[in-house]
């Protein structure tokens, strides 16, 4: 699964890759006229979109599993500090990212950038399947683990295949019975009994397809509440998106403080993979993921008061203050939830519960184009920015549900009400 994701994941950036060069050569008369230029826009949407999907089943595998089973064998609170690392990995790359290709349209072309980006990928595969593949050598957890997973899969086939035909022998001795004792009557009632075994059968057979079998593995998790509030986090406007970033545009932002902004906004992040381990070990992961999403809920109160504001130039920075400082709860509150899941799922539904987990997020991340499709007009941003506050606040609340239902409160208040003293006797 994992060379298989790895592969795809880099073949299809190169592919993108090769159809923008084309794209950038002949920028205002393609070879082979419109219908060639269509077809290599679709493959670098395509290609794009499959080279995402790849990314996402390697992030499955790797984050929610491979972390998780890396981390028993070590010392307490080594997954704290694995997730984090590999978080600040990840948001560092993201920010390193388009400044690397900034540099390159600018100091040397633009074809240079997806030529670079091809040959990257071209290079990076055979580095990355080996560092994989080291990992996966050196961690017998990993191989007991793919080995335990075969064994499961075979014996759920088996109980399955054992199950369906109890069922029908059942079934036939029942209608044995029927014909010797009441001939008339039993085949009224074979006929009822035929249709209800078909409708349970096909019941059955609904219930093991993959997409709807993954759907009711996800909502049977105990940190199911957990999981759907980090996903509704994805329904907004209030980050350095393309949305936002058209609407500051509009309001005359120049390019650079936007870029700026992103920074600061990544830096936030990095800040928070650095903090997340040291909040963890005081409130530990419940706690720790309930006072984060309060406090980006909190900290882009500022973007709702930047709606009534004005001055453009005023509200735009409250706008930009608001979304860059959020980031350290948000990914704080990313962090929280992460690890929850990953400690309470059982290892052989974490790949279907990851996957449901990340179907959800993009789910509402295209949500928030559709509204963006919907909501054209500059104007009524403002609506947007309310509706994505309120996504924030039903994030908070269908965590703050979690946490009741596994702790039974929210906070000790008792501590905060009893004087100091009554705690140190």
Same mark, same amino acid.
């Given at each position: 699964m994992v060379q298989f994701s790895l592969g795809i994941q880099n073949g299809s950036v190169v592919a993108a890759g090769l159809a923008v060069v084309m794209l950038l050569l002949h920028p205002w008369a393609t070879p082979g006229g419109f219908s060639v230029f269509v077809m290599l826009v679709v493959i670098v949407n395509v290609f794009g979109a499959i080279s995402a999907l790849a990314g996402m089943a390697m992030d499955v595998v790797v984050e929610r599993d491979w972390v998780v089973l890396i981390a028993e064998k070590q010392a307490p609170g080594s997954l704290t500090k694995i997730n984090s690392v590999m978080r600040r990995i990840d948001l560092?790359? %993201?920010?390193?990212?388009?400044?690397?290709?900034?540099?390159?349209?600018?100091?040397? &072309?633009? =074809?240079?950038?997806?030529?670079?980006?091809?040959?990257?990928?071209?290079? &990076?595969?055979?580095?990355?399947?080996?560092?994989?593949?080291?990992?996966?050598?050196?961690?017998?957890?990993? +191989?007991?683990?793919?080995?335990?997973h075969q064994a499961y899969q075979?014996?759920? +086939?088996?109980?399955?295949?054992?199950?369906? #035909?109890?069922?029908?022998?059942?079934? #036939?001795?029942?209608?044995?019975?029927?014909?010797?004792?009441?001939?008339?009557?039993?085949?009224? %009632?074979?006929?009822?009994?035929?249709?209800?075994?078909?409708?349970?059968?096909?019941?059955? %057979?609904?219930?093991?397809?993959?997409?709807? #079998?993954?759907?009711?593995?996800?909502?049977?998790? #105990?940190?199911?509440l957990a999981g759907l509030a980090l996903a509704v986090l994805y329904f907004t406007v209030l980050s350095f998106g393309s949305l936002m970033s058209a609407f500051l545009s509009w309001r005359g932002i120049p390019p650079y403080v936007l870029g700026l902004a992103r920074g600061v906004a990544a830096m936030m992040g990095i800040l928070a993979t650095f903090i997340f381990p040291i909040v963890h070990a005081r409130l530990q992961t419940v706690?720790?993921?309930?006072? &984060?999403?309060?406090?980006?809920?909190?900290? =882009?109160s500022v973007c709702v008061v930047s709606v009534w504001i004005h001055?453009?130039?005023?509200?735009?920075?409250? =706008?930009?203050?608001?979304?860059?400082?959020?980031? =350290?709860?948000?990914?704080?509150?990313?962090?929280?939830?992460? +690890?929850?899941?990953?400690? &309470?799922?059982p290892v052989a539904e974490r790949g279907v519960v990851g996957g449901v987990q990340r179907s959800l997020q993009s789910l509402m991340d295209m949500l928030t184009?559709?509204?963006?499709?919907?909501?054209?007009?500059?104007?009524?941003?403002?609506?947007?920015?309310?509706?994505?506050?309120?996504?924030?606040l039903t994030s908070a609340l269908l965590y703050s549900?979690?946490?009741?239902?596994?702790?039974?409160?929210?906070?000790?208040?008792d501590r905060l009400l009893r004087p100091r003293w009554i705690h140190n006797t």
């Open positions: 560092s790359c %993201k920010l390193l990212a388009p400044i690397v290709v900034g540099f390159m349209m600018s100091s040397v &072309s633009v =074809l240079a950038s997806p030529v670079l980006i091809a040959v990257w990928n071209i290079i &990076s595969v055979g580095i990355e399947y080996w560092l994989l593949h080291h990992v996966y050598v050196s961690m017998p957890a990993l +191989q007991q683990k793919s080995t335990a075979a014996s759920s +086939q088996f109980a399955e295949s054992n199950a369906e #035909e109890v069922e029908l022998s059942v079934f #036939e001795r029942d209608n044995m019975s029927q014909m010797e004792g009441h001939e008339e009557v039993s085949l009224l %009632k074979n006929t009822g009994q035929q249709t209800t075994s078909r409708q349970s059968t096909f019941l059955n %057979k609904l219930k093991k397809l993959p997409v709807i #079998e993954g759907w009711v593995t996800y909502m049977h998790q #105990e940190a199911v706690r720790t993921g309930n006072w &984060s999403i309060w406090i980006q809920w909190s900290l =882009l001055n453009s130039k005023v509200a735009s920075l409250l =706008l930009i203050s608001g979304v860059a400082a959020s980031r =350290l709860g948000l990914w704080l509150f990313d962090l929280s939830v992460t +690890q929850l899941m990953q400690e &309470s799922v184009y559709a509204v963006g499709m919907v909501i054209v007009r500059p104007q009524d941003f403002g609506i947007t920015i309310c509706m994505s506050y309120g996504a924030v549900m979690h946490v009741y239902r596994v702790r039974g409160h929210l906070f000790h208040f």
